[in-house]
């Protein structure tokens, strides 16, 4: 019976030691302005902006959608490239938008309409994912005043 306290003991103060520290507050990472221009290919666009309310700093590595593949990009000048990640700082917002940082999925399973949503759901370091629905814009949709 001491043996069984003795475990029981210890698996506790485990669990307690689990709870604490690097855990990251689910509040502290949002989506704003999320959307898809309506795809013209078998390729397509996102874009959203990631607010960070927390004091640590959080790391975008991976997206997926059962739309099909997806890719995290930047745009530096006039090129585009993938990246595997992209900071979201401390009390700082990441933007993803046209012309900068974006979403790309590649080869789709399907195309979706203007009206439709996208699913998605959005991976970091430290913290939680993220499950995000991207509505579907026009083509040629822009945001009046970013995202």
Do not use: W
Not at 62 to 69: A, C, I, P, R, Y
Not at 118 to 146: C, M, N, Q, W
């Amino acid at each position: 019976m001491r043996h069984l306290a003795l475990v029981l003991t210890g698996a506790l103060a485990l669990a307690l030691t689990g709870c604490g520290g690097e855990e990251s507050d689910p509040a502290d990472l949002s989506v704003s302005g999320a959307y898809m221009p309506q795809p013209v290919s078998d390729m397509a666009a996102g874009f959203l902006t990631i607010a960070n309310k927390g004091d640590r700093d959080a790391e975008l590595t991976g997206v997926t959608s059962d739309l099909g593949e997806v890719t995290v990009h930047e745009t530096v000048g006039q090129s585009m490239r993938e990246v595997s990640s992209l900071d979201v700082p401390a009390h700082g917002t990441l933007v993803l938008e046209s012309g900068g940082s974006h979403l790309m999925f590649d080869k789709l399973r399907r195309k979706p309409r203007e009206g439709q949503t996208v699913s998605l759901t959005l991976r970091f370091t430290g913290h939680d994912p993220i499950e995000v629905e991207l509505p579907v814009k026009p083509a040629t949709y822009r945001p009046t005043s970013g995202n």
